[in-house]
């Protein structure tokens, strides 16, 4: 499953690119990390606030940090 991080790289960018990982190991799934940090890019997806979330190209949350536990629900549909 590819995993998309949307945001420039600030603090909670990262924090949200950790809690991906952690959601994904804690769930048993493998998946592929991208990190998408241009903002013609970021645009594409629709997103006005980063961070922002993506799975398999489907924005699940913007504008704020996801927990780990709201990112295992989404990875285990």
Do not use: H, Y
């Amino acid at each position: 499953m590819k995993v998309q991080v949307l945001g420039t790289g600030c603090p909670k960018c990262q924090q949200t690119a950790e809690n991906a990982k952690a959601a994904a190991e804690a769930a048993g799934v493998q998946i592929d990390l991208v990190k998408v940090d241009k903002p013609a890019d970021i645009a594409k997806f629709g997103v006005m606030f980063t961070p922002a979330l993506a799975l398999d190209g489907d924005v699940k949350v913007s504008g704020r940090i996801p927990t780990v536990d709201e990112i295992k629900e989404w990875l285990s549909k």
